[in-house]
């Protein structure tokens, strides 16, 4: 079996800035036929794709190259706070990356935050995106208009104890340590997919005692200001308003024991929303694509809804197909 290429790239967010966001990206991007950009969900990086990239590059029926962005403050990229402030702000890496690659077109992939990125991006740039593919997602949560300011003050409360504080990020005595850590986090994560997060998102901090012996432990490199209170949420017209304008057609994926019930009236208003989409269930929680078992059900699910809907039927409106892929299938 050929070996795919794999390579980490470093765009800086704007001429002459020191800033810059990060990419891993596997295949040839000298030689591609098809792109896939995908964007990873909150306290997560670009290895949250590393079980999906290398399996559509092997199973794609033409060329294809999968990039996986590093949203800032997180993975490799810089920390660029003004960037954080809701979903609008990482709309702005999505937009250095696909420009870099001169992108007319691509794939969309987004779990989580990545897909409420993701969504937006496809409602205000339709004519860039062909598929869209949502992870445990389904547009971008709101809130009543009263709940703004309280919100607002609670993230600038809470930035301000912590530096009068001066609290730092949890230590782990070793990368393994870190790993479990993540795994058992409130947006939980099989043990096996923390581990990748882990080799991407966590970096040595070297300190000696007083008797002058070295010490090693490990702490994500994640920004500390993406643990503030969450700016990401908006108002149910805007939330609705930006599912409606997808144009392209949504595969939407989610765990079978992940955050989403589908069978709750406002999932089903949202989905309702949405013109051209399918459903898929597959086995996991709220990371699915790291399921080792789940997969390779994605990849195959995702290959074949992007040859179904291909460019000439994205303007055709069709009722929501649902496909459930039965756990002993898995």
């Known amino acids: 079996m050929t070996d795919i290429h794999v390579a980490d790239i470093f765009v800086p967010v704007a001429p002459g800035s020191s800033d810059t966001v990060a990419a891993k990206v596997w295949g040839n991007i000298q030689e591609f036929d098809q792109a ?18 290398p399996l559509i590059i092997r199973n794609h029926p033409g060329k294809a190259i999968f990039v996986a962005i590093d949203f800032s403050g997180h993975g490799l990229s810089s920390h660029s706070q003004e960037r ?120 040595p901090v070297f300190t000696r005692t007083e008797s002058g012996a070295r010490v090693i432990e490990y702490t994500w490199r994640t920004d500390m200001a993406l643990t503030l209170p969450w700016l990401g949420e908006t108002t149910k017209e805007v939330a609705m308003t930006m599912l409606r304008g997808i144009q392209c057609p949504v595969l939407f994926v989610f765990g079978e024991d992940g955050y989403i019930d589908l069978t709750a009236p406002k999932i089903q208003e949202r989905l309702a929303a949405v013109n051209t989409k399918e459903v898929l269930e597959v086995k996991g929680g709220h990371h699915p694509h790291l399921d080792r078992d789940s997969a390779p059900v994605i990849v195959d699910q995702i290959l074949r809804f992007i040859q179904e809907y291909s460019a000439p039927t994205r303007a055709i409106s069709i009722d929501t197909q649902r496909v459930t892929m039965p756990t002993s299938k898995l």
């Open 36 to 53: 896939f950009v995908a964007c990873h969900g909150w306290l997560d990086n670009a290895a949250t794709y590393n079980f999906i990239a």
């Open 84 to 203: 954080y402030f809701g979903p609008t702000g990482y709309l702005s890496d999505v937009k250095v990356i696909v420009d870099h690659f001169a992108l007319e077109t691509f794939v969309a992939v987004g779990h989580s935050m990545g897909g409420v990125i993701l969504t937006n991006f496809c409602t205000i740039f339709p004519e860039r995106v062909t598929h869209f593919i949502s992870i445990e997602i389904l547009g971008q949560a709101d809130a009543p208009p009263s709940r703004f300011p309280v919100q607002l003050r609670a993230h600038y409360d809470t930035r301000d104890r912590r530096l009068a504080s001066g609290s730092s990020k949890p230590r782990y005595p070793s990368l393994e340590a870190a790993a479990i850590a993540r795994s058992q986090a409130k947006l939980s994560v099989p043990l096996e997919g923390a581990r990748e997060l882990a080799e991407r998102g966590v970096e």
